[in-house]
């Protein structure tokens, strides 16, 4: 006891000499005090301001970046399209390129690209050919540039858009220049994309000159090796590539940025003006920029620099919380030093006001009771009968009674079950002492009769010996169903297909705290191996992914993503994750915990990517086909068109998209034979047409029909329609050119019809006179005059048949069983002549041979069975005797370099009308059966000069004699065919 006397006397003694310090003492001790709290303070918010303005400057900079890379990946992608697209035909025309490259949309998706091109390899043994082929195409003054003789060339033969400063790059070699070279060599060699160092463009003018550079993708030709570089290099079919403007591009990435920060791109390391690329604004030297950032970007081989520098506008427009936290430390400061001298003034005041406590311990008490009338808890005061003395209005409120109804209540008509003995044992239960408080849940009963769940806290107290128990209760209702929803929530979540992981964002690592089954069993990790992990491991070593960078950034800016990522499982298997994250932020604004959902969608991914290669497949089909295609929407107006169907009818795509099923069969009867009826589009299936049914079978597809159109020419087209599956209103139609074949089967008619009159009328006479000789006997010369009438129609007969075949051969083979050879015709011409010669005929063959008779590719068989036929007709014609001259002779300057072997007779000679039927089957000049022969011989001649390369003149005068002219091309003119 003594000792906790002095202690008391040991504390009293500085609070007494404290009470009798002067106030403005005191009142300088808390000022001195609040100053030096107040500098510390505005220390401490200075340097929180500098770390959140650099936060958001670099935040902006990852921001630049991120959008410097996805447009540059998008631009890559373009170029993956096209090679794609030549990887499916490497014959691609420039009407395919133009579409592909328009439904690109370059100006309103890229801003800052010029085009898409295609530079295709050209040896120079090809070069005069590929450059007669683009002049052939429109462009008369094409030429591949520079013209400096080399080994092979690269010429830039497709650019689209192909207008305005694009039109200066058509021809250009690009590998004649140093720095496009080494990107197209790397290209080429890596079988990937290679970007260029900074250029200027050929497409650069006097005015606005802006740094460039170019973007390549090498397109290797079908079917050949590319496992190696050397294969690769002999692969090559050519480039796809763009060209860019790095000012427009770089202005149009920036387009959704604020202009407070500078941006430089600088081509390798950031440096002088040799290698910057883009500036959006210019940095003063003089004031240098607060904040200073760098970042290295790799595309296609190189490195770029882009270089982030903060302006004033950005440095302004950043808060400073240290001036406000000064300000407001020094007027707090001067507030508690007047309040301390205030409270130092009134201290004497104090024990006076000591007297008045008396009277204001019942204001006290009033004050009290209006606490518990306005407590928002329910409070009852129980007496140890059980029986409520005291009830505040919030415990009148939920139990449905007023204050007269609650006093000398029971406690257990209020709260179920529960009396003065229970409360006691509760007490018991938990260990609870007097003034302490016991916690339970029970039912509680309203003045209706209605039961409602109760949270009550009961405590215990002892009053000269007399106990009695204050309850405060509250109606937990709301809570109940709240923790019933929240459970719901819970077992929704555990019983989700997809994937739900939660980190914690406040520990070092960010670790998952939480993962519900369907992560499970999409990833293959239990919750024990991932919990306390960061999700990271689920993509193993394949980091470098553009959604993983999306995703950083998003975490960093503390804002929701969506994002597509290639995560792997436990056992190593692929699967591709459609994750959405959101933050979760406390009271304070500060980001706790990440929710992220994961989505399995590789079979919707995989299912994507063919269903890709399959579009791509069909769209290159409906490009290619040498059928017409038109399809036709729901709506009945027309959607797509093919080049097919375009070059069939003279038609444009732009005409035509957008019309009527109507329109269209309108425009078609326009080109049709008006003599003919047109069946519209709109057929009936159960219509036969011409007698043929509907196509396989199915009832779905209409029967076809043939048009004859006579516009832009005269063609036959067959016709057929397939709707589309059941139920659906769209439809295809198709369209077949099948003049050819309507063509050959007429002229096979033709030629089945007069081939069996012409073996028909041999035939006849051998079998008559044959007859004759079987019925009745005739003296030696009669018998000898009709075997030998039989012996000359069995002569024309063998002929004919052998000419039929000769020409069945010949249209068979195709020329495959000739076996050609450079030399000099004189030997076959001077054989060929020597053998037609009849003994003791007057009439001869005047041969006059050039002396400078060049060699020629031929056929020596077919060669002479042609000189033969065309000698045996001068024969033939010239019944009246005449001389028949044969010489060689060459075309005329600025026509086709040939050798021509000419025959002219001057016997009975043939109308223009006869000359222009001389190469028909059958056909013959003189129908009187007085000159013999088959009708074939000129057709047989036809036949085989055009197998050579060659052709056949006629010329005649009727009754003056008839020329005949075979042209053999010169070798440098046609290359040498191979023997089969």
Request: glycine fraction near 8%; charge should be neutral.
């Amino acid at each position: 006891m003594a000792t906790i006397t002095a202690r008391r006397l040991f504390l009293a003694r500085p609070l007494s000499q404290l009470r009798r310090m002067s106030p403005w003492w005191l009142a300088a001790i808390v000022a001195v005090s609040g100053l030096v709290t107040t500098l510390a303070a505005w220390q401490v918010s200075a340097g929180s301001g500098e770390a959140a303005a650099r936060a958001r400057f670099d935040g902006v900079a990852d921001q630049i970046t991120l959008a410097i890379q996805r447009r540059m990946i998008s631009h890559e992608q373009i170029l993956r399209g096209g090679g794609a697209l030549f990887n499916l035909n490497n014959d691609l025309n420039r009407v395919q390129w133009r579409t592909y490259v328009a439904g690109l949309r370059l100006e309103e998706t890229y801003p800052g690209i010029l085009g898409v091109g295609f530079t295709r390899r050209l040896p120079a043994a090809d070069l005069a050919q590929h450059v007669a082929r683009v002049r052939a195409e429109g462009f008369p003054e094409y030429t591949v540039h520079p013209q400096q003789p080399r080994d092979e060339y690269h010429s830039i033969i497709y650019l689209e858009p192909f207008w305005g400063r694009n039109l200066r790059a058509f021809g250009y070699d690009m590998m004649t220049e140093p720095t496009r070279r080494a990107a197209l060599e790397r290209a080429r060699d890596n079988g990937e994309p290679a970007m260029t160092r900074r250029v200027v463009l050929v497409q650069e003018g006097k005015q606005d000159v802006q740094p460039g550079f170019l973007l390549y993708f090498p397109v290797y030709r079908a079917g050949m090796p590319r496992g190696s570089v050397e294969e690769r290099r002999l692969g090559l079919l050519g480039f796809v590539y763009s060209p860019f403007r790095a000012r427009d591009l770089m202005t149009g990435i920036l387009a959704g940025f604020n202009n407070d920060i500078a941006v430089e791109v600088f081509d390798g390391d950031a440096g002088g003006g040799d290698n910057l690329m883009f500036a959006s604004a210019a940095v003063s030297a003089d004031a240098p920029p607060r904040f200073n950032a760098s970042r290295r970007l790799e595309f296609g081989g190189i490195h770029w620099t882009v270089r982030y520098s903060s302006l004033p506008a950005f440095e302004a427009a950043q808060p400073d919380p240290s001036r406000f936290v000064l300000f407001a430390g020094l007027v707090l400061t001067g507030f508690l030093a007047v309040l301390v001298m205030s409270l130092a003034n009134t201290r004497n005041r104090a024990f006076a006001m000591a007297r008045d406590m008396t009277s204001q311990l019942s204001e006290s008490e009033t004050r009290l009771r209006s606490v518990l009338a306005s407590a928002a808890e329910g409070i009852l005061t129980v007496s140890a009968a059980g029986r409520v003395h005291t009830a505040n209005p919030a415990a009148e409120r939920i139990f449905g009674l007023e204050g007269r109804d609650m006093d000398g209540k029971a406690l257990d008509d209020l709260i179920v079950d529960h009396d003065v003995p229970r409360l006691c044992r509760i007490i018991e239960e938990q260990g609870i002492g007097v003034n302490a408080v016991a916690r339970f849940e029970a039912q509680g009963r309203r003045a209706t009769g209605e039961n409602f769940p109760l949270a009550v806290s009961l405590s215990r107290t002892v009053d000269d010996g007399i106990a009695r128990f204050t309850l405060m209760v509250r109606d937990v209702t709301e809570a109940k169903l709240t923790e019933s929803i929240l459970q719901l929530r819970e077992r929704a979540i555990e019983s989700s297909s997809n994937g739900i992981v939660i980190a914690d964002m406040r520990l070092p690592g960010n670790p998952v705290i939480y993962v519900n089954p369907g992560f499970q069993r999409i990833t293959g990790y239990s919750a024990d191996e991932i919990i306390g992990r960061n999700c990271k491991l689920l993509q193993g070593g394949d980091a470098e992914q553009p959604g993983v960078k999306e995703l950083a950034l998003a975490i960093a800016g503390r804002r929701p993503a969506s994002v597509l990522l290639r995560n792997y499982r436990k056992d190593g298997s692929l699967f591709w994750n459609e994750l959405s994250v959101a933050p979760v932020f406390d009271e304070a604004g500060i980001c706790t915990h990440y929710v992220g959902i994961q989505n399995d969608i590789t079979q919707r991914v995989q299912a994507e990517d063919d269903l890709q290669v399959r579009k791509e497949r069909l769209d290159a089909i409906f490009s290619l086909s040498p059928d017409g295609f038109v399809g036709f929407g729901a709506d009945d107006t027309l959607t797509d068109v093919n080049p097919a169907f375009l070059r069939m009818t003279g038609f444009r795509q732009e005409e035509l998209v957008g019309i009527t099923e109507e329109e269209f069969d309108r425009r078609m009867q326009g080109l049709c034979d008006p003599a003919l009826p047109y069946p519209p589009v709109r057929a009936r299936i159960e219509d036969d047409g011409e007698g043929v049914p509907p196509i396989d079978g199915d009832r779905r597809s209409a029967p076809r029909h043939t048009l004859t159109l006579l516009k832009p020419e005269k063609r036959i087209l067959q016709r057929s329609v397939r709707r589309g599956a059941e139920g659906s209103l769209e439809k295809v139609v198709y369209f077949r050119d099948v003049t050819r074949e309507t063509e050959v089967d007429r002229l096979k008619s033709e030629f089945l019809s007069t081939a069996a009159h012409e073996l028909r009328t041999p035939m006849a006479s051998i079998f008559g006179f044959s007859e004759l000789l079987l019925r009745r006997k005739y003296d030696e010369t009669k018998t000898r005059e009709l075997v030998g009438t039989i012996n000359r129609q069995a002569s024309i007969l063998i002929n004919l048949i052998n000419e039929l075949l000769d020409l069945a051969r010949i249209e068979a083979r195709a020329g495959k069983d000739f076996k050609a050879r450079r030399q000099d015709p004189r030997a076959l011409i001077e054989n060929t002549v020597a053998n037609l010669m009849v003994q003791n005929d007057p009439r001869r063959v005047l041969v006059t041979l050039g002396a400078d008779i060049p060699a020629v590719d031929f056929d020596t068989e077919k060669l002479g069975l042609c000189l033969t036929n065309v000698l045996s007709n001068a024969y033939k014609y010239s019944p009246d005797g005449g001389s028949i001259e044969l010489s060689t002779v060459t075309s005329a300057p600025g026509q086709r370099k040939a050798l021509g072997i000419r025959v002219r007779d001057h016997g009975i000679g043939m109308t223009g009308e006869q000359v222009a039927r001389v190469f028909e089957r059958f056909y013959r000049a003189d129908p009187s059966g007085n000159i013999p022969g088959t009708g074939l011989g000129m057709s047989l001649v036809k036949e085989i000069m055009e197998l050579h390369g060659g052709d056949v003149d006629v010329e005649s005068v009727r009754g003056m004699g008839t020329t005949v002219t075979l042209w053999l091309p010169l070798p440098e003119d046609r290359p040498m065919p191979l023997a089969a």
